[in-house]
C-alpha cells in the first residue's frame, strides 16, 4: 500500500542573461526562483495496482517518484510505503522496491551484462539461489540470452531498456517506479516492455507506477490515471472515466443518395460530397444512436468508427486545467 499526504517540494533555481558581463555579474550577485514542483499531493495506491501518472513536463512526476524511492526529502508532508517511509528507512524500503529512469541507467557502462546483475545481487544481498532463478526467468521473459555478455555501452537503446527493467527486478521488489521506460524505443520493443511490465503485474502482484508521454503505454498498461500539473493532482481516475467524461468518437460514412437534412440533430465535423463525419460522445450507446441515424437517412456504402483518441483526450485535459 502507497499512501502519500500532502507532499510538498520546493527547489530554487539560479538564473542569469548570457554573455561575459553577466556572467560576472552573477559571481557577486545571482538571481533566485523558487519552483513549486509538488504542491501537497496526496493519493493511496493499494497493492498490485497499475498506475499511469501523467502530466505535462515540468509538473512534478519524476520528483514525485524520487520522493517516494527515497532518493530526495520533501520540504513538508508524509509517505509511508509498506509501513515505511521511504526517505528516512531507505536501506529497507530500498530492498523492496525496483524503479527505472528512462534517462538513467543502473547498469555498469563498460562491463557485461551479466557483471551489472552479479554486482546488483550482493548489492541487494539476494540469496544464490533465488539469484539464479529470477536471472533465468528475466532472461527468458525479456530475451536477453544473446546480450548477457555484451557491455551496456554497446546496446542499442532497446536492449539496454530490457535489461533495465530486468535489473530493478533480481530482489523481487513488491513496487515498481517505470520513470518513461519505453522513451525513444522502437514498436518492437515497446511491445515487447508493455507485455513483460503486464506479466510481472499479473503473475507477481508487483504494484506498478508509470510516468510516461505515450499514451499508448497507459492504454496498454494503467488501471487507473493520476494526472499532475503545476505540483498539484488534478485528475484522479480509469481511463474508461476519461474517455466518458473528455473522449470524443466519430463516425465517418460514405453513401451514394439520402438526405442529409435529416441529420440536423447530429453534430457534423466534416462534410464532402458523398462524405460526412459525425461526432459522437465516444460510449458504445452513442455511437450506435448515431449509426442509426445515419442509416435511415443515407444510402450508405461504407462505415468506419473511431473511438475516443487517448492522445486528444489528455491535451484537452491539459487545456481545461491550464497545465
Known amino acids: 500500500m502507497i499512501t502519500v499526504s500532502q507532499l510538498s517540494k ?19 550577485h545571482r538571481e533566485r526562483e523558487f519552483v513549486q514542483a509538488l504542491d501537497n499531493v496526496s493519493f493511496t495506491i493499494p497493492d498490485g495496482q497499475v498506475v499511469g501518472y501523467i502530466g505535462p513536463n515540468g509538473a512534478g512526476k519524476s520528483t514525485t517518484v524520487k ?25 529497507e524500503h530500498v530492498a523492496e522496491m525496483g524503479v527505472v529512469f528512462g534517462q538513467r541507467s543502473q547498469l555498469w557502462w ?10 546488483l545481487r550482493d548489492i541487494y544481498r539476494v540469496p544464490e539461489n533465488r539469484y539464479r532463478a529470477n536471472v533465468a526467468e528475466l532472461t527468458e521473459r525479456l530475451q536477453l540470452e544473446e546480450i548477457l555478455r555484451t557491455p551496456a555501452r554497446q546496446l542499442s537503446l532497446g536492449q539496454r531498456m530490457r535489461c533495465e527493467i ?8 513488491k513496487v515498481l517506479f517505470l520513470d518513461e521506460p519505453t522513451i525513444g524505443l522502437d514498436a518492437v520493443s515497446k511491445l515487447a516492455v508493455r507485455d513483460f511490465i503486464r506479466e ?3 503473475d507477481r502482484g508487483v504494484t506498478v507506477i508509470l510516468t510516461t508521454h505515450d499514451m499508448q503505454d497507459i492504454e496498454a498498461l494503467a488501471q487507473r490515471i493520476l494526472l499532475i500539473g503545476k505540483g498539484r493532482v488534478l485528475l484522479d481516475g480509469t481511463l474508461e472515466q476519461l474517455k466518458q467524461q473528455y473522449g470524443r468518437g466519430s463516425v465517418t460514412v460514405s453513401y451514394s443518395g439520402g438526405e442529409v437534412q ?5 453534430e457534423i ?23 442509426a441515424q445515419l442509416t435511415a437517412a443515407l444510402s450508405i456504402t ?22
Open 166 to 173: 530486468a535489473a530493478s527486478l533480481l530482489h523481487d521488489p
Open 200 to 202: 510481472i503485474n499479473r
Open 10 to 28: 520546493r527547489f530554487v533555481v539560479s538564473r542569469r542573461k548570457s554573455g561575459l558581463k553577466q556572467a560576472t555579474k552573477s559571481l557577486f
Open 67 to 91: 520522493i517516494l524511492s527515497g532518493i530526495l526529502t520533501p520540504d513538508s508532508g508524509e509517505c509511508d510505503i509498506n509501513g515505511r517511509t521511504p526517505w528516512k528507512q531507505r536501506r
Open 269 to 291: 465535423v466534416e462534410q464532402e460530397p458523398g462524405r460526412l463525419t459525425v461526432s459522437t460522445d465516444g460510449s458504445r450507446e452513442d455511437t450506435a444512436r448515431v449509426i
Open 110 to 119: 563498460d562491463v557485461p551484462v551479466g557483471d551489472s546483475f552479479d554486482l
Open 302 to 323: 461504407d462505415i468506419s468508427v473511431k473511438g475516443p483518441d487517448a492522445e486528444e483526450m489528455v491535451v484537452s485535459l491539459y487545456r481545461e486545467y491550464r497545465v
Open 262 to 266: 435529416k441529420l440536423s440533430e447530429l
